[in-house]
């Protein structure tokens, strides 16, 4: 059972960023071929939203290290501890990322709360045009005379016999062959 544990461990990541890489391509090839226009493909721009993001806030959390005064140091601003302790709540909170050396130096890079906004913003604008591909989709069905799908894509109205209607039983196949295989006499004969 370990050999399987770590296995999953193993090939996780490679899984994931796997699932990133085609995400990333099935979003690039579907902006050129009209992918927008089916529901299902908005879930590749939220893969790579939510990557993105992920990946960002990340980058941001970590920007200070687990020792923030040499990190200051590093960068060369000054580290002020008596700021540091007034303002302690700031490093803590989840948004806007702040990790500040002094009143002025962060060591947050200045694109992550602004990438982060965006990403807030986009998700929401797939979900909307997700709704907009499949409400559009549906109204073209719907003027074409084509039944409504079940969620298996199935038609919902029994299937390809349900929409031909009563079918004469000579019209089955070749005069004397019923359906499963079954003999009966012609029709007037």
Not at 37 to 62: A, K, M, Q, S, Y
Request: charged share 20%; proline share 8%.
């Amino acid at each position: 059972m370990e050999s399987v544990t770590s296995l999953i461990t193993a090939f996780s990541p490679l899984l994931v960023v796997g699932v990133f890489l085609l995400s990333v391509w099935k979003t690039g090839r579907g902006l050129f071929t009209r992918g927008w226009e089916r529901p299902g493909w908005w879930i590749f721009p939220v893969v790579v939203l939510v990557g993105v993001g992920f990946v960002t806030w990340i980058i941001g959390v970590f920007s200070g290290g687990f020792d923030v005064r040499e990190a200051c140091g590093e960068r060369g601003f000054t580290y002020d501890s008596r700021y540091r302790g007034e303002h302690r709540q700031e490093a803590a909170r989840w948004f806007p990322l702040r990790n500040k050396c002094n009143a002025n130096d962060d060591l947050v890079p200045v694109f992550v709360n602004p990438t982060l906004v965006a990403v807030a913003v986009l998700l929401p604008g797939c979900a909307v045009g997700a709704g907009r591909a499949a409400l559009i989709t549906w109204r073209r069905r719907r003027r074409r005379g084509c039944p409504p799908r079940s969620p298996a894509g199935v038609p919902s109205d029994g299937g390809v016999g349900a929409r031909l209607g009563p079918v004469d039983a000579g019209a089955v196949g070749p005069a004397g062959s019923g359906p499963a295989g079954r003999r009966f006499a012609p029709p007037g004969g």
